[in-house]
């Protein structure tokens, strides 16, 4: 059964930093695309960082370009997001998702096959 978990989530200041884990069972890590996502309230589901299988590609919306970081350790089966700089505005709920072999559509989550339950980040201001 694959198993998507996130964790590190939590509360922070504004201009705080907050680093997010994922790890992933049941699959094959090295032939998983992996991304972040959030749900914030009254918005629509979007993307803030996608990585491919062996890291040759990222991509982030600006909203968070500069802000987050994502990465992946292979060898761990793990995905990070590293958020600096968190605003208000970045409440919500932060999950991680994947897919074999290159993921889905970064931009609004659709088309990725297993997803983790989500974890809350709160930034106050």
């Known amino acids: 059964q694959v ?3 996130e964790s590190g989530g939590g509360l922070v200041e504004a201009g705080g930093s907050l680093s997010l884990s994922c790890t992933v069972s049941g ?3 090295n032939d998983v695309a992996m991304g972040w996502f959030r749900q914030i ?3 629509e589901r979007e993307g803030v960082g996608c990585i491919t ?4 590609n990222t991509w982030y919306p600006d909203s968070v370009k500069a802000r987050f970081t994502i990465s992946r350790d292979n060898a761990k089966n793990t995905v ?3 958020m600096n700089n968190l605003k208000p505005e970045d409440t919500g709920i932060y999950y991680c998702a994947g897919d074999v072999r290159y993921g889905g559509n970064c931009r609004d989550g659709a088309g990725w096959g ?3 339950q ?3 980040v709160t930034v106050s201001s």
């Open 41 to 43: 309230p009254e918005k």
């Open 3 to 5: 198993q998507v978990a």
């Open 80 to 82: 990070s997001l590293q």
């Open 53 to 56: 299988w062996n890291s040759g």
């Open 118 to 120: 989500g974890t809350q």
């Open 114 to 116: 297993y997803w983790g």
């Open 27 to 29: 699959l094959n890590f």
